[in-house]
């Protein structure tokens, strides 16, 4: 019997294939620091090629690094663009696409895809970042921290080296908002400024003691020329306590008279202004509660010609993420978080109907490669970021790139899984589900339930590079996550229903969801369920721990609020506290005390891993120290994990060995080991 070549080849193929599915493995924290994050993605001008920025972790070196890569869409060849110690990010092409501008070393380069050495463009004392080319070509906008009371280059650079020299380092303080998120602001503002495409010439657009872009509550697009060149929109926030403002608001710097002019007059936050293709039109996103980060975003239609304002999205009860102009000039393309996803829809300038074009994905990054086909990047909790391509006409879907696919052909990742009850208040609320690697629905598992922060956030179908699922479930434990009330993606009355009530709702939606897990997956270990939380999730398992009757072994709580007068004297964003607990702490009527999990320590009883970074200044980390307090002198079993080089995050990739590593051995502990 004669066998051909090619069926002893495809037998071989089959076998192999075989034989490697069998070798996969759990995820390890050595493959998952392995993973290579897909960054930043910007289409070229000839729609043939797409910049992308790729980060890659070094465990041993404790760093993460980042480079360009551009993908070539007509025959899907890659090339390695930047290379070095230090990282390259955020790039631009130029209208021609013969360069690529990016931030390098605190300066903007830009380099010929041509190919040779790449050129500083800025050598601006303060740095620069952030590029924006004009239509032509001829001029760029950067961004830079500087001294608003210098004139020019020459006084900050004085100030700058005063201040490094000097050998007393403390500050004198006279408003808020001293300290942002994980730094200080040192008197020092963001400014906009402009300046030849060589670099030469610079002048600073938004001069004054004001931050532009924005120091919080911006978009990442809030500075942009307009199509003719002619002038430049910009956000910045005029109000007198900025800490206590969520108004940021859309001005024109006209490049030809220097003329400065409030576009936006709306009290709360406007943001994210981008002109239509023929510049008729600026369309930006809008909240309408003053103080309300969490507001629906609008999306907004300025009529340059006619100076009006037009709200396209009225009676849509989704907010706006991302926008970006179809190539007619006719509809815009946005996206949406939608039930753990999110969803593009586009409306039409004329008709205003709200249509969807393609929902039950994870994407962002939404661009238009021509006027039949958009590129975006797209993930799921089995799939970090990737490159895909979309055709709106026959609704095919194709993924360009595989950054990630050797390793992850090596592991078991299991799929994120749906489902939904009843929850606070009658109404629906839906959850999410992973189980251990290599399932087995014969056998009992013990839990984990993770709660998300925000409040107004959301647990999605992602690769989360923190709080990732597989990584929870890796080491033989079912996963599950509640979209409680204050969720983003299920209309603004959901979301709304979070603030005012930290500890109701929400942990009415925490409750029925475990007792609903526990009753519908006969897998689960009732006996053997801990939770996990970060930020608002972090306050939520302080809250848990206060109430004798939970269902959890043992908890962990990742920069978690614990007492809230003294975190609202510590935070630095006030509006926040000021919204959700109804005034400050002295107005009457405020619900500080109310929702604070230190009036519930008596009750602490459950044991407890704190992890807190010194460097967080949104949730100061005396909160951690009071918690731990609270529990060590009542004998409660509990750990510290303490970051002094860390702040709301852990990102040194040796740190976040530990943080698992510290987390995986709590769950062990109280889990698994009788």
């Not at 360069?99 to 790449?118: P, R």
């Not at 807190?612 to 994990?641: C, I, K, M, W």
Request: hydrophobic share 35%; net charge negative; glycine share 8%.
């Amino acid at each position: 019997m004669r066998v051909s070549l090619n069926y002893i080849l495809l037998v071989l193929l089959i076998s192999s294939i075989l034989l490697f599915a069998g070798d996969k493995r759990a995820i390890k924290f050595e493959d998952f620091y392995a993973m290579q994050r897909l960054g930043d993605i910007v289409i070229s001008p000839n729609a043939n090629s797409i910049a992308y920025t790729v980060a890659v972790p070094d465990i041993e070196e404790n760093k993460i690094n980042t480079d360009i890569w551009i993908l070539n869409l007509n025959n899907l060849e890659i090339i390695r663009f930047t290379e070095g110690d230090k990282s390259s990010s955020a790039p631009v092409w130029s209208p021609d696409g013969k360069y690529i501008y990016y931030n390098f070393d605190g300066q903007i380069w830009k380099k010929a895809l041509a190919g040779g050495d790449a050129v500083q463009v800025t050598n601006f004392a303060p740095g620069a970042a952030g590029t924006v080319v004009s239509s032509d070509g001829l001029k760029i906008l950067f961004t830079a921290d500087v001294y608003p009371e210098c004139p020019d280059e020459a006084c900050n650079k004085m100030k700058m080296d005063e201040a490094e020299n000097s050998k007393v380092k403390a500050r004198i303080i006279d408003q808020l908002l001293y300290r942002h998120w994980n730094q200080w602001k040192e008197g020092r503002r963001s400014h906009v400024f402009w300046a030849d495409a060589n670099g030469g010439n610079v002048s600073d657009l938004t001069p004054g003691d004001y931050d532009s872009p924005p120091v919080s509550l911006g978009s990442s697009h809030d500075y942009t020329f307009s199509p003719d060149g002619k002038e430049v929109c910009f956000v910045r926030n005029t109000d007198e306590i900025v800490a206590a403002s969520t108004n940021n608001d859309l001005f024109i710097h006209n490049l030809t008279s220097g003329l400065i002019t409030r576009l936006t007059e709306n009290k709360a936050n406007d943001n994210n202004p981008n002109y239509s293709p023929d510049g008729k039109y600026i369309v930006f996103l809008s909240m309408s509660r003053p103080g309300f980060e969490a507001d629906k975003y609008r999306l907004m239609l300025y009529d340059r010609t006619r100076k009006t304002f037009d709200d396209l999205t009225q009676n849509f009860n989704l907010s706006i993420n991302a926008i970006v102009w179809h190539p007619n000039g006719k509809e815009i393309y946005f996206t949406v978080s939608e039930r753990g996803t999110a969803s593009i829809y586009k409306v039409g300038l004329k008709d205003k109907k709200i249509k969807p074009i393609l929902k039950g994905h994870n994407l962002s990054g939404l661009q238009f490669l021509n006027k039949n086909e958009i590129i975006f990047k797209k993930q799921t909790a089995s799939l970090p970021y990737e490159i895909f391509k979309y055709n709106l006409k026959d609704k095919s879907l194709k993924q360009l790139t595989q950054i990630n696919t050797k390793l992850l052909t090596q592991l078991e990742l299991p799929a994120l899984e749906s489902f939904e009850f009843v929850g606070a208040k009658g109404d629906k609320v839906q959850g999410f589900l992973i189980k251990p690697p290599f399932f087995d629905p014969n056998k009992k598992y013990p839990t984990v339930q993770l709660i998300h922060g925000g409040p107004q956030g959301s647990w999605d179908d992602d690769f989360h590079y923190r709080w990732n699922y597989q990584m929870f479930a890796a080491p033989g434990y079912v996963v599950y996550m509640i979209n409680f009330h204050g969720s983003t993606g299920y209309g603004q009355d959901f979301t709304d229903a979070v603030s005012k009530d930290w500890g109701g709702a929400p942990y009415d939606d925490i409750k029925l969801g475990t007792e609903y897990v526990i009753k519908n997956y006969p897998f689960i270990d009732a006996e053997n369920i801990g939770a996990a939380g970060a930020s608002y999730g972090g306050f939520m398992i302080n809250w848990i721990a206060g109430d004798p009757d939970h269902p959890y072994k043992c908890l962990v709580s990742h920069d978690g609020v614990y007492e809230q007068v003294s975190m609202y004297g510590a935070t630095e964003e006030l509006w926040f506290p000021e919204w959700e607990f109804n005034g400050t702490p002295w107005d009457e009527g405020s619900l500080y005390q109310k929702w604070s999990p230190a009036t519930r320590a008596a009750n602490f009883k459950t044991p407890i891993l704190i992890i807190h970074g010194e460097n967080d200044y949104r949730v100061p980390y005396t909160q951690g120290l009071q918690f731990f307090t609270a529990l060590q002198r009542q004998g409660v079993p509990s750990r510290l994990l303490f970051f002094p080089d860390e702040d709301h995050f852990v990102r040194k990739p040796q740190n976040a060995q530990l943080w698992w590593k510290t987390v995986h051995d709590w769950f062990e502990k109280y889990l698994k080991e009788q």
